[in-house]
């Protein structure tokens, strides 16, 4: 390492050792420290365990936690590239990977690209690809763009992000915060959405429950496909939205009171609400469809 | 190297990761010739970094570019489907890949159709014919798009078979089972369709049910 790189990296560690606050020896010990470019990429990898990034306002990656037992730990730059890596020592033994429980400071800025078996992800204020197997991903804060996915995990969104595409299986998937695009969906797990900055949102589930509770944005288009499963739609009693719902075979349930219904045709029901400035197109095969309306000053309940 | 017998963690994995300056890696490579131990660490390094770098994720930059070029195609979308003129058949090969684009694009158009449809439930009157030709439309499209997804649904298939062995079987089953939600559900409205060919909603479900089957073959490259 050229001396210069290496007297930067010391004053890094040094400076991280001396702002506790953010970091420090309650998340594990120091495992590595790197100076770097504020929208560096970062691979990450760590089979099992978890992993976990916070946003800072710093210009170095640091990495801190307890690497399983004959897990190798990596982390390695390229240029604006890096890579964290937990691998385990011998593949194809049979036995379950170690678990490993990091934690990476990482710029605001950087865009991240996280892949798991087991291990839970979480991120705080920071976005990019996230992807696991069966582990958990709980993402928050500010982003540019989030990409989330997990075959059986729970996906769990509490974002302000412009952009949001999340694919779950059999987990479940909430996504809240202030996003304005949203491509959402489930095999079976339920989907609940509960973000009022929505301009346009894609939200489909095969078999799972979907829920829908939040104030529409004027001009929003809200897109909601479900075969089998339940479609909930709650919106508060002054919204100003135009709903096309559809079921070939479910029960439509409007607990609308005072709205006109546009010209039905069977098993559907148009109507408008207020200057109907948002529209929502919600369509089923078998799964029911309610429509509810909730007082304004009633807030809207936390996902849990 | 260091004073040891064997290269240090830092230079074998500098040497894997290819960050090692040209001539000092050109010393060490003399002692991978005569170092198994060492040369054996350094190929499983190199593997597991070429193991992660696959598949390489969206790219921010572009990412962070997608919302704008998501809005200014909902703005230019413009379905002129001009109507099926006779032409010689092409190659097998030729005509699945121009099926495939032919395909990919009527699904976008349908799906801009699908996206921007409910547009027209707005105020103003809008008359039976346009809904009868934006209905009738809106069906060709939506078959069309059906036909694309089932086409692309089936060469990930076939990739998923090459694949097979390489994915953990926990993902695996997790696939297979996901896989079997959305084709009970693909049957039941294949078999709706045919009792009710016109009706739209039918066949928007079916859509989306083929669009969640190519997107769960395609994370399987994800699941290795």
């Not at chain 1, 996915?149 to 974002?159: F, R």
């Not at chain 1, 996003?179 to 929505?198: F, K, Q, Y």
Request: net charge positive; glycine share 8%.
């Amino acid at each position: 390492m050229p001396g210069d790189r290496r007297l930067l990296l010391g004053v890094v560690v040094l400076a991280l050792g001396a702002s506790g606050a953010v970091q420090g020896p309650a998340d594990g010990r120091l495992l590595a420290g790197r100076a770097v470019r504020p929208t560096v990429a970062i691979k990450a990898w760590n089979a099992a365990g978890s992993i976990r990034f916070v946003g800072w306002s710093k210009d170095s990656v640091v990495v801190r936690g307890e690497v399983g037992r004959n897990v190798r730990f990596l982390l390695s730059q390229d240029g604006d590239a890096m890579k964290l890596i937990a691998e385990q020592e011998r593949d194809g033994s049979g036995a379950s990977p170690s678990a490993s429980h990091l934690v990476a400071w990482v710029p605001r800025q950087s865009a991240l690209s996280v892949k798991t078996v087991s291990a839970d992800i979480t991120a705080d204020g920071v976005g990019g690809w996230f992807y696991s197997v069966s582990g958990n991903l709980r993402i928050t804060g500010s982003a540019r763009s989030i990409e989330a996915e997990t075959m059986t995990g729970n996906l769990d969104l509490d974002v302000a992000c412009l952009w949001v595409r999340a694919r779950a299986g059999s987990g479940r998937l909430d996504l809240r915060g202030a996003t304005e695009a949203a491509d959402l969906s489930t095999i079976s797990g339920d989907l609940r959405v509960a973000t009022s900055s929505l301009l346009r949102a894609q939200i489909a589930s095969v078999t799972g429950d979907i829920r829908f509770a939040a104030t529409p944005t004027a001009a929003a288009i809200v897109d909601v496909s479900d075969h089998s499963g339940s479609v909930e739609v709650v919106l508060p009693d002054n919204a100003s939205a135009e709903l096309a719902l559809t079921s070939i075979a479910g029960s439509i349930e409007n607990g609308v009171t005072g709205s006109s219904a546009m010209a039905p045709p069977s098993r559907s029901l148009n109507l408008r609400l207020g200057r109907g400035e948002s529209r929502f197109i919600v369509r089923t095969f078998t799964g029911p469809i309610r429509l509810k309306m909730q007082p304004t000053n009633a807030g809207w309940p936390e996902l849990r | 190297m260091s004073d040891s017998a064997h290269l240090t963690e830092a230079e074998r994995q500098t040497l894997a990761d290819g960050s090692m300056a040209t001539r000092q890696a050109r010393g060490l490579q003399a002692h991978l010739r005569a170092c198994p131990s060492c040369a054996a660490d350094v190929d499983r390094l190199r593997m597991i970094a070429r193991r992660y770098g696959e598949p390489a994720p969206r790219d921010p930059v572009l990412a962070g570019l997608w919302p704008e070029i998501r809005s200014r195609i909902e703005r230019r979308k413009v379905v002129p489907i001009p109507p099926a003129a006779a032409s010689p058949r092409p190659a097998p090969s030729l005509r699945r890949s121009v099926l495939l684009i032919a395909g990919t694009a009527a699904g976008l158009a349908a799906a801009a159709v699908l996206w921007l449809r409910p547009a027209r439930l707005g105020p103003g009157p809008v008359s039976d014919q346009v809904r009868a030709r934006d209905s009738i439309q809106a069906l060709v499209l939506v078959a069309d798009s059906i036909r694309s997804y089932r086409d692309e649904a089936q060469v990930l298939l076939d990739r998923l078979e090459l694949q097979r062995a390489m994915i953990r079987p926990e993902a695996m089953a997790s696939i297979e089972r996901d896989l079997g939600v959305i084709d009970r559900s693909i049957e039941e409205l294949e078999l709706a369709i045919q009792r009710d060919p016109r009706n739209p909603t039918l066949r928007q479900l079916l859509v989306s049910s083929y669009r969640q089957k190519v997107e769960v073959l395609k994370r399987v490259g994800n699941a290795g």
